[in-house]
């Protein structure tokens, strides 16, 4: 694996951007109410599964560290942390009902790549009810928020600045 220094370095180096959460209170208070909506009653392990592969995605390094983290003290098994980014080669790590809401993390998180494709969101259908996946769907949509948030405002990894998260 090769690493762009100059990206590491910039980011290292990089002026101070702006605190999310200060600078637009309100709509970081709308954002936390909005995720904690969607993830109210879903299993906390699914929660965590779904966050991680987003952010995978997304590159988001700030939030991959704090939901892997979060996921551990839940007692996710660390093998299954390890597993997440290639789910597709190692399914009997997961469910098929969490399998299904990875096809659909991936799908919504890369959307601009062709949609949500209509069996991916009939397999997670038919393992969510209409109220779960909608809630399912949700968390995706907050998920890549926050991860946009966090990328765009040069969060670090390793440091977990939530308040009410």
């Given at each position: 694996m090769t690493h762009n220094t100059n990206a590491t370095q910039t980011a290292a180096t990089a002026a101070p951007r702006i605190n999310f959460a200060e600078a637009a209170p309100k709509a970081f208070k709308a954002l936390i109410g909005f995720d904690a909506a969607a993830r109210e009653g879903l299993d906390p392990a699914l929660v965590e599964l779904i966050q991680i592969r987003a952010s995978l995605l997304n590159g988001c390094a700030y939030c991959l560290h704090m939901h892997t983290s979060d996921?551990?003290?839940?007692?996710e098994d660390e093998a299954r942390l390890h597993m997440i980014g290639v789910w597709r080669e190692a399914r009997n790590f997961f469910t098929e009902k969490e399998?299904?809401?990875?096809?659909?993390?991936?799908a919504?998180?890369?959307?601009?790549?062709?949609g949500v494709p209509d069996d991916v969101y009939a397999e997670a259908a038919r393992h969510f009810d209409e109220p779960?996946?909608?809630?399912?769907?949700?968390l995706i949509f907050t998920i890549n928020t926050w991860n946009r948030i966090s990328l765009s405002t040069a969060k670090v990894a390793g440091e977990d600045e939530r308040v009410a998260h």
């Open positions: 996921a551990r003290k839940a007692g399998q299904a809401a990875l096809a659909l993390t991936e919504v998180t890369l959307v601009a790549q062709g779960e996946l909608a809630r399912v769907l949700a």
